[in-house]
């Protein structure tokens, strides 16, 4: 293909971008090209004062068309486009177009490999060890990965650590805190992890592996919803989800703070989350129409003396 220049490109965009909206002065639209499957577009026109117009949605498809032109061309390398427009102040002219291509390593997704997934296990394993033995596997693995080194939990880790003291059995997910797979955002995952307590005198091997899987499909839904983290913080205890029969006498599960954090991950510390199952009755009675059912939780894990 002919070679592709932004100086082509801004030629072919001045007439498009002339037939602004009434009252528009200048333009600009940023065109970040595919990451980790996605690419995206932003900008439009603004009047004197700096506000935004809503018309103008032509615009957007011919940035998409010379975006995609230089991309073939492949003079250089870049993964954002700039363009900007700006009115003529003389009567009749066209206005005046530049286009600028960049290659931001800000927004370049982080690859299967890179070092922070490892750095995140690490942490994590660090913190654990601290309250007791720690399995050298997990409990639970599934590491179902897609291309971008991504499971259900955004990151290639999605499993269950075992930690055993004197007295207690702790189960802890172990990859909801990786940092996103596949994208550039500066965050732990899903900002939290999920840990439950067992008493080791009275649990089988059977019903550990239970749990361990119960925590799974938590650490799946926690994982879909993002934000639970926040609201476990914002109510302190929550009445999460409801159990299937298998685990009878137990029906309900409640989230709820801890007050630690994991410290040392890649991108800050992240807090731990209590799962409690309770049985119906320690609800019975309980008014569960205020957000997440959250006093109910709070009175069933009081019943047990658990703090919030």
């Known amino acids: 293909m002919t070679a592709y220049s932004n100086s082509d490109a801004a030629k072919d965009l001045r007439s498009a971008l002339d037939k602004a909206p009434a009252g528009a002065v200048n333009g600009e639209w940023v065109f970040i090209t ?7 577009q932003t900008g439009g026109y603004r009047y004197a004062d700096g506000s935004h117009i809503t018309a103008g949605d032509h615009a957007f498809q011919k940035v998409q068309k010379v975006v995609e032109k230089l ?36 927004i370049v997704p982080r690859g299967p490999q890179s070092p922070v997934y490892e750095a995140a296990a690490v942490a ?11 399995s050298d596997g997990f409990i639970a693995e599934r590491g179902d990965a897609n291309i971008h080194n991504q499971t259900k939990w955004f990151g290639p880790h999605r499993r269950v650590l075992s930690t055993k003291s004197s007295s207690k059995l702790t189960l802890a ?4 805190s990786t940092p996103w797979a596949g994208v550039a955002a500066a965050e732990n ?24 899987h119960l925590l799974m499909s938590l650490g799946d839904l926690v994982a879909n919803g993002y934000a639970i983290a926040a609201d476990v913080e914002k109510y ?3 009445l999460f989800c409801s159990l299937t029969d298998d685990y009878q006498p137990m029906t309900r ?13 890649p991108f800050g510390s992240v807090p731990l989350i209590r ?13 569960q129409s205020d957000e997440w059912a959250s006093n109910a939780a709070k009175h069933a894990l009081a019943q047990r003396r658990i703090e919030t």
């Open 124 to 134: 994590r394993r660090a913190f654990w060890k601290k309250y007791g033995e720690v």
């Open 189 to 212: 995952g899903v900002e939290c992890e999920l840990f439950m307590e067992l008493d080791v005198s009275d649990i089988t091997g059977h019903q550990r592996d239970d749990w361990a």
């Open 236 to 238: 302190e205890a929550i």
């Open 275 to 287: 799962v409690t199952p309770i049985t119906e009755a320690e609800i019975e009675h309980q008014d």
């Open 173 to 176: 997910t172990d990859g909801l």
């Open 253 to 265: 599960i409640v989230l709820s703070r801890d007050g630690r954090r994991i410290e040392g991950l």
């Open 71 to 106: 991309e073939a061309s492949r003079i250089q390398p870049f993964n954002k486009v700039i363009v900007r427009w700006s009115k003529s102040k003389i009567p009749l002219m066209r206005g005046r177009v530049t286009v600028d291509i960049i290659f931001d390593e800000a």
């Open 34 to 40: 595919e990451q980790a499957g996605v690419a995206s």
